[in-house]
């Protein structure tokens, strides 16, 4: 849930030894603070796990941008050897302001307009995943026109329902993501990329949904790509090189949570991919996954101050204390979006109070503005006390809006006792700069 250099002395919370109280001083409320030697630690697992399990069958880790992405954030990335995801010409230009290798760089959605295929392609990109028929044509066009062979994946759907919330979940039949394996869709995407001398169809990738635990989806999903390799194999009579397995490994947001490690995900999908490979007497191709979550979800806590708190008094005759933050759903929206559940601490002092009932909201105009819709705090939380959030790392600052023109707050990175801005605290000019004076 904390990031590996989150410790609490006399009950105030210490980033890389650096006190609550002294972040909030320096960089004020809400912000977010990022762990970045333990988000180097989380890429290398994930590589490390990748490479002790499938040797020289290993690809790559393309990191999901979408997660969290800066340009500091990229270069970790690429010091780390690992590679990334994207998924539009935004998140492209920031991996290439972060000096990524394009060689690394593997281009996700499903309605890449021509002019972001356009760049992906002139800048060289690895892979570019075909979400569409229409896509397929679309970039065998652009490649023809940059006289480029395009590497390039097909994101098949491989019917599988994920346990998890449906906005997140995303192989299963009805979705706008992918080609049906079932319905036949993928083999006549195969066919059509064959159709174009301008790609270079690389393998197949399934992206299941995100916040999973248990590895049972995951190596279903493996096996079912396989047995379209399988085929492929069978009217071609050639392989497939690489199967990309895609994220979603699930990550502790409460206290008890569990989390998916790298450790028990690979051995689980390469003992998946080895007997599907060997029922079908396949060589075992190239993996390669794309873990967003998993790598910058923990690492990443949001500091807020309290600015008031009210007691209701319930139907049943309880009472509930909402405690108001200096922030809400322009920099958390999980909660109202997915009925994303959320720890809070006191970060700044230790309380021997007793707890009371308690909703941690936002100050937004808005009823649906909760961070944590029900949880025990202490009695004697008060305005100017701090609270801090874990785990608010992945599809935090990343899905941040202006709601209300309400500021983004800034992302704090803390490495060896020391804090740096990377992403700036958004300001009332920023808060102007699109407007137009009539
Ligand atoms: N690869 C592809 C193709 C994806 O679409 C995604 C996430 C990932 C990898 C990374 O998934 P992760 O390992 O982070 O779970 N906004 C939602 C999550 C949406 C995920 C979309 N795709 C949330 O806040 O839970």
Redesign the pocket.
């Known amino acids: 849930m904390w990031s590996k250099n989150v410790s609490f002395t006399n009950g105030e919370l210490h980033l890389s030894g650096i006190p609550a109280t002294k972040l909030a001083q320096d960089f004020g409320t809400p912000a977010f603070f990022i762990d970045e030697d333990d988000f180097r630690t989380r890429a290398s697992a994930w590589n490390n796990a990748l490479r002790d399990e499938f040797g020289s069958h290993a690809g790559t880790v393309y990191y ?1 941008a ?2 969290f992405i800066s340009t500091a954030v990229a270069t970790w990335v690429k010091e780390c050897g690992i590679g990334i ?1 994207v ?1 539009t010409g935004g998140e492209l230009a920031v991996a290439l302001a972060g000096g990524i290798d394009p060689q690394k760089i593997e281009v ?1 959605g499903n309605n890449k307009s021509v002019s972001e295929i356009d760049r992906a392609v002139s800048v060289g990109v690895k892979t570019i995943v075909m979400d569409s028929i229409h896509e397929i044509d679309r970039v065998a066009t652009v490649a023809r026109s940059h006289k480029k062979v395009q590497g390039v994946m097909l994101r098949l759907t491989p019917g599988i329902q994920a346990h998890t919330h449906e906005s ?1 979940s ?1 192989a299963h039949e009805d979705v706008k993501f992918g080609f049906s394996i079932a319905s036949g869709a993928a083999w006549a995407a195969v066919e059509k990329v064959l159709s174009h001398p301008e790609l270079e169809l690389r393998g197949f990738h399934s ?1 299941i949904g ?2 999973i635990f248990g590895t049972d989806s995951f190596q279903l999903a493996a096996d079912r790509l396989i047995s379209l390799l399988a085929k492929y194999r069978d009217v071609y009579g050639r392989e497939l090189p690489e199967l990309d397995l ?4 699930g990550i502790a947001y409460l206290p008890g949570d569990e989390t998916l490690e790298p450790g028990e995900v690979m051995p689980a999908l390469r003992s998946a991919v080895t007997a599907s490979c060997e029922k079908h007497k396949l060589n075992i191709p190239i993996i390669s996954i ?5 790598i910058v979800g923990p690492t990443t806590f949001t500091l807020y101050e309290v600015g008031t708190t009210k007691d209701v008094v319930l139907e049943d005759g309880k009472t509930r204390r909402y405690i108001s933050v200096d922030g809400g759903m322009s920099d958390n929206i ?1 909660p109202s979006l ?1 009925d ?1 559940e959320y720890h809070a601490v006191i970060a700044h002092r230790a309380s021997s109070a007793s707890t009371v009932n308690s909703r941690v909201v936002g100050k937004h105009c808005e009823t649906g503005d909760i961070v944590i819709r029900e949880i025990n705090l202490p009695s004697d939380i008060a305005p100017g006390d701090l609270i801090a959030i874990p785990a608010t790392g ?2 935090g600052r990343s ?1 941040a809006s202006n709601y209300n023109h309400v500021p983004r707050p800034p992302v704090v990175a803390v490495k060896d006792g020391k804090a740096r801005v990377i992403v700036r605290r958004e300001n009332e000019e920023d808060l102007l700069a699109l407007d137009v004076k009539e």
């Open positions: 999901a979408k997660a995801d998924c996700h997140i995303t992206h995100s916040q895609g994220g979603g490994y794309e873990p967003g979550r998993a999980r997915y994303a992945a599809y899905m």
